[in-house]
Each structure stands twice: as structure tokens, then as C-alpha cells.
């Protein structure tokens, strides 16, 4: 068979909107919502927001490019990708990282999103609950979790336009409905407009290298680069789609729920709870978020559901991303069937959460799990899945893959691509782009990986 070239059982997208609405999907998932406004507290408010809009323009679009231009010249899954490109068995590791990132960050992105099922239940019912102990009864978040997977599955079996790009098409809208709304009472509630400054005034004497690199690394994981899924998604675009055109309305879309994300939050923070710290950490939406939502007069508890509906919704969008990426690759690559691949993969993955699932319990032997990286010390399961797979492998494929289009191929036949359906990319915009793939973006990647394993002092964290 020819190179690049889609054979029919892949399937392919329905339109350019069904496309974006799936990749932006991907993008945007409990990272935006849920990770983005913690971090942004950890960080310094509105100093860390703006060096975070500087990241994703600059680093994180040019990765968003280069993985969706991989992905339609070859027409494969990220393995595939590589070995159709011409690839050696070095090169072809990232897409089989790529692989391995997205079932194992499934298997425990899934117990957060789990998570979200119930709260929206006992927001709804107005019930008090104690995060602390929710996360600590088995008999809660195993199953949560099992049917949020349930979910996932049953939209991958329906393919790609008849179940993914009808899927995005449906809850990408709903997801802006409802962040718009819960914004909107946010920043009208008295008391509101410390929450705003705070988010919106940069102290840019709060921007410290610290800031940059966990800046940098929420643009990663916030635009979905180093996942292999805008690979995946790519395969699927038909030639005359305008890539450079969908990418900016896909990293637009991402940034602007990141941004809306904080907007719900802070302002609600500083207007109901002034004595809490914004930077709570990871327990701000869990913990601190219902207290705020059972203050709003009237229909807190409507408020507080529609919040964690939110969330549920934008970790779907993000999971049926994950789980098509090892799909596609057993289809390309095994010959399997979609309902095979899926339901395997699927199943598996419960399989792999159940450890996740039972983390934060504690006395087990996953809660005790520890490891110690380069001097960072990691407790519990949970969090070395996390950091390995979510975090460092996430880096490594983005460096992998920048310097694969960038210095072991030809990076102007991936300009090329680009340029596709996208005449206004000539020029300057496709120097700039081959520019910053060969030289910035691995410059940038290989001063987070330094600091992760503590060149620069303490192990830091990407984000």
C-alpha cells in the first residue's frame, strides 16, 4: 500500500468543525479546569496567566502543529506515523511512549473523573461531603470509575465521525454553556473583584524561573502535545483541510477555558471564603469549591452540580482522545477490529485503575508505594503514574518529536504539509515555525527536563 495513504477502515473526520471540536475536546480536560486555576494560585495569580499565554503561543503551538502535520502525512497512529515517515526503531519509541502515556494516563485520569460523577450527585442533592473521607471509600470511587470508562468506551466503539466527532459536537457546546454561566455569577457575586484582580493584575516581580517552567509545562499538558493524540486525530484530516486554521481555533479554544476556568473560581474564592488561600493545591475543586458553591443565593447546589457536570464533560472529551490513540494503533498496526481494540484497551484499563483507585486510602500498599527520582521523592501509586507518564514521558516525546521533524527528516516536507490548504503559512509564519521547531522548542524542553531532575537546585515540577 502506498504511503500515507488512509485505508477506509480508519475512518476519517465528517467536517473541518467536527475535527476541531474533537481536537479541542482533547485538549481541554481536567487540566484546564481543574489543575490550571491551582497552579495559577501556586504561582502568583495573574503574573503566571500571563507567561502562560506566552508559552502556549509560542512553544506550545508549534507542537500542536507538528504533531497534527505528522499525523495527516502519514495517515497513521503515532507509531505508524514514524514508520511511514521512514523512522528507525529509535525514532518509533516516542510513538510507542505515545501509546503507553495514553492507556496508562487513562487508566488513572479516569479516578479524577470519577470523582466528578459523584460530586455532581451530592452537589445536586445538596449532601456535605468530606473529600478526605470520599476519596478513601472504595466501595465510591472504584465504581465512579469503572462507569466513567464504561462511558468512554461505548463512544470509541462508535468510530470516528459516527461516535467521536458526534460526541465533541455535542459536549463541546454544552462545556462552553456552562463555563460561561458559572463565570458569569462568579464575577457578579459582591465581593467579587479582589478574586478578579488577583487573577487579571499581573505582579511581574512575582516571575521568577519557578513560574516559567510551570508555565511552560501547563502549556504542554493544557494544548495535548506529547500525547500522540493530535497525531492520531491528524491521521484522520483529509488533505485539503487547513491545519494551520483548525490549530488556532483549537489552541484559542483551549486557552480561552483555561482562562474562563479561573474566572469561575477565583472570584467565587475571594468573595465567599476569604480567609481560604488560592493555593490550596489539587483539593482546591474538590474541597474548597462546594463550600464556595452552598454560599451562592440563590440555587447553590444547581450551580455546584452544573460545575462538576463541567468537569465530567471535559474530562470525557479528554478521555475518548486517550483511548482512541492505543485503538488506532492496534488497528493500524495488529489488524485488529475497532470493537476488539476498544474493548480490550477499555477493560484493561479499569484493571489498571482499580491500583490508582485505592491510592489515597490509607495504610494499603499502594498508598505506601514510594519512589525516590533524582532526589523528588513520590508517594503512592497515583502520583508515580503521574509524574512518569503524565509528566516525564509527556516531556521526552515532545523533544523526541521535534527533533525528528525537525533534524532526522526533512522539516520542510512537514512545513509543506502545513502549507496544505493553508496558502497565508508561506513565507515568514513557515521560516518562523521551522525555525522554532529545530531550535526553541528543544532548547525549551531540555531546560524543563534539567530542572525536573534538579540541575537548577530542588527538583522541580513542570507544572
Known amino acids: 500500500m502506498q504511503k500515507g495513504v488512509k485505508t477506509p477502515s480508519r475512518g476519517q473526520w465528517g467536517s473541518t468543525f467536527g475535527f476541531i471540536m474533537a481536537a479541542a475536546g482533547s485538549a481541554v480536560g481536567l487540566g484546564n479546569i481543574w489543575r490550571f486555576p491551582y497552579i495559577t494560585g501556586q504561582n502568583g495569580g495573574g503574573a503566571f496567566v500571563f507567561v502562560y499565554v506566552i508559552c502556549v503561543l509560542l512553544i506550545g503551538l508549534p507542537l500542536l502543529l507538528n504533531e497534527i502535520a505528522l499525523g495527516r502525512k502519514s495517515g497513521k497512529n503515532p507509531v505508524g506515523a514514524i514508520k511511514v515517515t521512514g523512522g528507525n526503531r529509535f525514532w518509533q519509541s516516542s510513538g510507542v511512549l505515545c501509546v503507553l502515556v495514553c492507556f496508562a494516563v487513562l487508566s488513572y485520569y479516569s479516578v479524577i473523573a470519577g470523582w466528578t460523577i459523584g460530586y455532581i450527585f451530592t452537589e445536586l442533592i445538596n449532601i456535605p461531603v468530606d473529600f478526605a473521607v470520599f476519596v478513601q471509600t472504595p466501595l465510591y470511587v472504584v465504581p465512579l470509575c469503572m462507569l466513567f470508562i464504561l462511558l468512554t468506551i461505548a463512544v470509541v466503539l462508535g468510530g470516528v465521525s459516527g461516535g467521536i466527532e458526534k460526541a465533541a459536537k455535542f459536549l463541546m457546546p454544552i462545556l462552553f454553556i456552562i463555563i460561561v454561566l458559572i463565570a458569569a455569577r462568579s464575577v457578579t457575586l459582591p465581593g467579587a473583584g479582589a478574586g478578579i484582580e488577583y487573577y487579571l493584575s499581573p505582579d511581574f516581580s512575582k516571575i521568577n524561573g519557578r513560574v516559567v517552567l510551570s508555565a511552560l509545562g501547563q502549556a504542554f499538558f493544557s494544548m495535548s502535545v506529547g500525547w500522540g493524540l493530535m497525531i492520531t486525530f491528524g491521521s484522520y484530516l483529509p488533505k485539503e483541510g487547513n491545519i494551520i486554521q483548525s490549530s488556532g481555533w483549537i489552541a484559542g479554544m483551549d486557552s480561552i477555558v483555561a482562562l474562563m476556568g479561573g474566572l469561575m473560581i477565583f472570584p467565587a474564592l475571594f468573595a465567599l471564603l476569604p480567609g481560604v488561600s488560592p493555593d490550596e493545591g489539587p483539593a482546591l475543586v474538590f474541597n474548597v469549591l462546594p463550600r464556595v458553591f452552598d454560599q451562592i443565593e440563590p440555587f447553590g447546589n444547581i450551580i455546584g452540580s452544573m460545575f462538576f457536570v463541567l468537569?465530567?464533560?471535559?474530562?470525557?472529551?479528554?478521555?475518548?482522545?486517550?483511548?482512541?490513540?492505543?485503538?488506532?494503533?492496534?488497528?493500524?498496526?495488529?489488524?485488529?477490529?475497532?470493537?476488539?481494540?476498544?474493548?480490550?484497551?477499555?477493560?484493561?484499563?479499569?484493571?489498571?485503575?482499580?491500583?490508582?483507585?485505592?491510592?489515597?486510602?490509607?495504610?494499603?500498599?499502594?498508598?505506601?508505594?514510594?519512589?525516590?527520582?533524582?532526589?523528588?521523592?513520590?508517594?503512592?501509586?497515583?502520583?508515580?503514574?503521574?509524574?512518569?507518564?503524565?509528566?516525564?514521558?509527556?516531556?521526552?516525546?515532545?523533544?523526541?518529536?521535534?527533533?525528528?521533524?525537525?533534524?532526522?527528516?526533512?522539516?520542510?516536507?512537514?512545513?509543506?504539509?502545513?502549507?496544505?490548504?493553508?496558502?497565508?503559512?508561506?513565507?515568514?509564519?513557515?521560516?518562523?515555525?521551522?525555525?522554532?521547531?529545530?531550535?526553541?522548542?528543544p532548547v525549551v524542553i531540555i531546560l524543563v527536563l534539567m530542572n525536573m531532575v534538579g540541575v537548577f537546585g530542588e527538583p522541580g515540577e513542570v507544572a
Open 311 to 441: 468537569l465530567f464533560v471535559a474530562a470525557l472529551t479528554s478521555s475518548i482522545s486517550m483511548l482512541e490513540v492505543p485503538v488506532a494503533y492496534f488497528i493500524d498496526e495488529r489488524k485488529w477490529s475497532r470493537r476488539k481494540a476498544t474493548w480490550i484497551i477499555g477493560v484493561a484499563a479499569m484493571l489498571l485503575s482499580i491500583p490508582s483507585s485505592l491510592a489515597a486510602v490509607q495504610g494499603n500498599v499502594f498508598n505506601r508505594f514510594h519512589f525516590n527520582f533524582f532526589g523528588r521523592d513520590i508517594f503512592g501509586f497515583f502520583d508515580m503514574m503521574d509524574f512518569f507518564f503524565g509528566t516525564l514521558a509527556v516531556v521526552l516525546i515532545c523533544l523526541m518529536l521535534s527533533l525528528y521533524t525537525g533534524w532526522a527528516k526533512k522539516i520542510g516536507d512537514y512545513a509543506s504539509e502545513l502549507s496544505m490548504g493553508a496558502p497565508g503559512f508561506q513565507g515568514f509564519p513557515k521560516r518562523a515555525w521551522i525555525f522554532f521547531i529545530k531550535w526553541i522548542c
